[in-house]
Structures are given as structure tokens and as C-alpha cells.
């Protein structure tokens, strides 16, 4: 991976009524939701949900155009919000537990040969397979 990965979204600053928070949202990445209390707190949680949300995937989205972006109230707007996935991805822990699984022995002795990490293995297969990536 380069040194840094920045991806940039737009988001969907919604002020409420009250002045109270500030509520942000993704058009291309629904899933990442956050507020503020005000533009400085919401465009800083709103660069660490993103982050968040995209620093597993390897499929990202596609970025909506500016002009393209439905407000859906009057006080609504855009900000751009720009993440570096990499930096994103090393703050997210992972908790790991131990699995044992039964492999032939001939696909053991060639992978220890060749130095094949099987938890990273598996991790892959199993993301593959689940689509999760």
C-alpha cells in the first residue's frame, strides 16, 4: 500500500433547527453517520466514521459529484471530507481468537517450506468467501 491512501467524499452537513448539533451523513457511503456539536467537531467525526467504515474495504465507492447531491433541507450542505484509509486502518483494533482446523499433510509441509503465514491465509479465504472485504 502507498505511504498514504486519501480518499475524499462529500458529506451532508444537516444543521438542527435548534442549533444544537450538527448531523453528517454520506450519500455514497450510507452507513457512515456521525454529528457534532459544531462544523469543527462534525467535519472531525465526520473524517473518523469515514474512515471507519472504508478502511477494510477493498472495493471503495464512487465519489457523487458536488452538483449531483440532493439537500433535503434548506440549511443543508456539502462538505468535502478527505480520509487517509491507511492511517484510518491502524487505529481500528482487531480482536483475534484462536481456531484450530485439519489441513492434509502434504499442503502443510509445502506451505511451511515456503514460509505461508496460515492465520493470514484463512483471514483472506474467509473474507473472500464472505465478501466482506
Do not use: C
Not at 21 to 40: L, Q, S
Amino acid at each position: 500500500m502507498p505511504k498514504n491512501k486519501t480518499v475524499i467524499y462529500p458529506a451532508v452537513f444537516s444543521p438542527e433547527p435548534d442549533d444544537s448539533a450538527i448531523n453528517v451523513t454520506f450519500p455514497d457511503v450510507p452507513e457512515a453517520i456521525t454529528y457534532g456539536h459544531d462544523e469543527k467537531e462534525a467535519a472531525y467525526s465526520a473524517n473518523e466514521v469515514l474512515g471507519l467504515v472504508l478502511a477494510n474495504r477493498k472495493k471503495l465507492p464512487k465519489a457523487s459529484v458536488i452538483k449531483d447531491i440532493k439537500l433535503e433541507e434548506a440549511n443543508d450542505y456539502v462538505v468535502m471530507i478527505a480520509v487517509d484509509l491507511k492511517a484510518a486502518k491502524k487505529q481500528i483494533k482487531v480482536v483475534t481468537i484462536t481456531k484450530n482446523v485439519n489441513i492434509p499433510v502434504d499442503l502443510a509441509e509445502e506451505a511451511k517450506e515456503r514460509d505461508i503465514n496460515f492465520s493470514q491465509v484463512l483471514i483472506e479465504a474467509l473474507r473472500e468467501k464472505l465478501d466482506e472485504s
